[in-house]
């Protein structure tokens, strides 16, 4: 009898929990609805973070998707003066925009779905400033190491959702559980007792984005060093692979020589824990497009994300380029020796500089660097410039081949956009569409037509084109991101002869859309629809590449240039 009772009395305690976290769930989904949608709230005159605040406190398990909607809906207008939104676009990405949640559930009153659907009918319209400016605002601060109040941290999670449900175009492609995850991490938000706790749960939900744009959220996290282990460095550097760390840099030989390290050594456990396995939890905290881009961003030396635990000394499972398995006790250090750390700051800075320096130097090759184009301007008066672009562009053309590094963020953005497009492209150079979001219908996105010149397309009438009949080479990698990939597909249209050749790449092009969350955090996503003109995929996809080229090893330790092989065998 008594085993009957604590089962009773867990069922009942599981059934009042759940009921809750739904309770919550529901009430943040009608929420983002109401504040992007009802005029008075979308157009700021009635404040969308205090209407949250000043309901969500009313919520219990016994709060049912009626009870939410009165409680959000009751002191809003319901009589609206104008009639109806109307808005037919021929192109519309409307994936993403699903009501079902109320539509179609069965609990909802019809006196409530006329209420909600009302609300959309006659939604708010804004221009796209005036939108961006509503979306932004945000004033409330609090300590660095103070959890947020409950109400603030499903605030949080609340602007979160929204920003998926209503702003982040690519929605579509995430996993298809991410509405029963996000309920999960609802409830561990009730529960989170801790600052630490909850910038877990904000690393979870901006991951399951899986946007290359979102990357960086991590950095803003307060307990960063502590969610991912990086108050102690590696004596070595290294490449991370789908199974292994690859060591490719002994930066304090001493220590590596007593942990038995070498240059080549394949570290394929840190704890007794596998590399595919600690990969895969950094996975769930760390938002990228894809799987290449997450390795490619962990192997960076300076961000130090991928170790499992924050001790001094690790036990690493190596196998020597001979195939010999050993553990390795491997002292980690923390910079607090001054020695130590100037030579890693060494070594780093002559990285840097080497990768900066980089450059393909050959009689037969013009080479351009879309991260070193702006240089081309030094010294040159603003009305010499075109003709100055023209006769670089006229010299490159001279050349069996053209080679347009893409590896690294534009840092003139009139390089493709104008000059290359005004020397070699003919007038219409239809490369790719641009989905903007759709301010009559916020959640859906319509495409700038090529008539709306001048920001993402270019249009010079009567221009003189001068075609390139060469090899063109695009070289690709992860650092190909955003507008670096959009001017990679600008190119590959421009010469329809050219090869895309390298990694795939960030996978996360459209422009940065920045939603500021309460006690300062700002979530950057992708907040434009891109793809290719004949409507392929490039978010998560990266651009197309024709040959991809994939390192060995032994290519990695060797240092060789793969990508400079390529093209110097193309030019036979």
């Known amino acids: 009898m008594k085993n009957i009772f604590i089962l009773f009395f867990v069922v009942v305690i599981n059934a009042t929990v759940c009921a809750q976290k739904n309770s919550y769930a529901y009430f943040m989904k009608t929420w983002n609805f109401i504040k992007y949608y009802h005029p008075d709230v979308a157009s700021g005159k009635k404040d969308a973070d205090s209407l949250f605040l000043e309901t969500i406190g009313r919520v219990n398990e016994k709060s049912d998707e009626n009870a939410v909607i009165t409680f959000l809906s009751a002191n809003l207008n319901h009589k609206f003066s104008g009639a109806p939104v109307i808005d037919t676009p021929?192109?519309?990405?409307?994936?993403?925009?699903?009501?079902?949640?109320?539509?179609?559930?069965?609990?909802?009153?019809?006196e409530n779905k006329i209420v909600l659907n009302d609300i959309y009918s006659h939604r708010f319209i804004a221009d796209a400033d005036?939108?961006?400016?509503?979306?932004?605002?945000?004033?409330?601060?609090?300590?660095?190491?103070e959890n947020l109040p409950l109400a603030y941290r499903l605030l949080t999670l609340a602007k979160l959702q929204g920003a998926i449900d209503y702003l982040y175009p690519h929605k579509y492609l995430m996993d298809k559980n991410t509405e029963a995850y996000f309920s999960d991490l609802t409830d561990q938000t009730v529960h989170c007792t801790s600052r630490k706790e909850f910038e877990i749960i904000l690393a979870k939900v901006v991951s399951s984005m899986e946007d290359t744009h979102s990357f960086?959220?991590?950095?803003?996290l307060n307990y960063k060093n502590e969610i991912f282990y990086r108050s102690y460095?590696?004596?070595?550097?290294?490449?991370?692979?789908?199974?292994?760390?690859?060591?490719?840099?002994?930066?304090?030989?001493?220590?590596c020589s007593k942990a038995n390290?070498?240059?080549?050594?394949?570290?394929?456990?840190?704890?007794?824990?596998?590399?595919?396995?600690?990969?895969?939890?950094?996975?769930?905290?760390?938002?990228?497009?894809?799987?290449?881009?997450?390795?490619?961003?962990?192997?960076?030396?300076?961000r130090n994300l991928i170790w499992p635990d924050d001790q001094p000394r690790k036990d690493l499972k190596v196998v020597s380029k001979d195939n010999k398995?050993?553990?390795?006790d491997t002292e980690f250090i923390n910079f607090t020796d001054k020695q130590q750390r100037a030579i890693v700051t060494e070594y780093i800075q002559n990285k840097t500089r080497l990768k900066q320096q980089y450059k393909i130097d050959?009689?037969?090759?013009?080479?351009?660097?879309?991260?070193d184009a702006f240089a081309f301007t030094n010294n040159i008066a603003d009305d010499k410039l075109d003709d100055h672009m023209d006769s670089i562009f006229q010299e490159a053309s001279s050349k069996k081949a053209i080679v347009f590094d893409m590896r690294g963020y534009p840092d003139w953005g009139g390089f493709v956009f104008y000059y290359v497009y005004k020397y070699?492209?003919?007038?219409?150079?239809?490369?790719?569409?641009?989905?903007?979001?759709?301010v009559k219908n916020i959640g859906t996105y319509i495409p700038i037509s090529y008539k709306d010149f001048g920001t993402y397309y270019s249009d010079i009438k009567n221009k003189t084109i001068h075609p390139y009949t060469g090899k063109v080479f695009m070289i690709v990698n992860p650092e190909t991101l955003s507008m670096s990939e959009w001017n990679t597909m600008n190119l590959q249209n421009i010469f329809p002869q050219s090869k895309t050749i390298g990694q795939r790449t960030a996978g996360a092009d459209g422009d940065i859309r920045t939603l500021k969350l309460p006690a300062g955090y700002n979530l950057e996503f992708t907040g434009n629809g891109i793809f290719y003109y004949d409507n392929s995929q490039t978010q998560k996809v990266g651009v197309r590449i024709n040959e991809f080229i994939e390192y060995s090893d032994d290519d990695i330790i060797q240092k060789r240039d793969l990508e400079l092989e390529a093209v110097l065998k193309g030019l036979n």
């Not at 519309?92 to 909802?108: I, P």
């Not at 460095?233 to 930066?251: A, C, E, R």
């Open 90 to 110: 021929k192109d519309v990405l409307s994936v993403n925009q699903d009501f079902r949640w109320y539509q179609n559930n069965k609990k909802v009153s019809s």
């Open 130 to 145: 005036q939108k961006e400016k509503i979306l932004a605002s945000e004033t409330n601060e609090f300590k660095k190491d």
């Open 216 to 220: 960086r959220f991590y950095d803003q």
């Open 233 to 255: 460095f590696p004596p070595f550097n290294y490449v991370i692979l789908k199974d292994h760390i690859l060591v490719t840099q002994l930066l304090v030989p001493e220590i």
């Open 261 to 302: 390290i070498h240059i080549g050594d394949r570290i394929t456990e840190v704890g007794g824990k596998s590399i595919r396995q600690i990969i895969k939890e950094k996975k769930e905290l760390l938002s990228t497009s894809n799987p290449e881009t997450l390795l490619y961003l962990m192997s960076d030396y300076q």
């Open 325 to 328: 398995a050993y553990h390795a």
């Open 362 to 371: 050959h009689k037969d090759i013009a080479y351009f660097k879309i991260n």
């Open 424 to 438: 070699f492209s003919p007038v219409e150079n239809h490369f790719g569409k641009y989905y903007k979001p759709n």
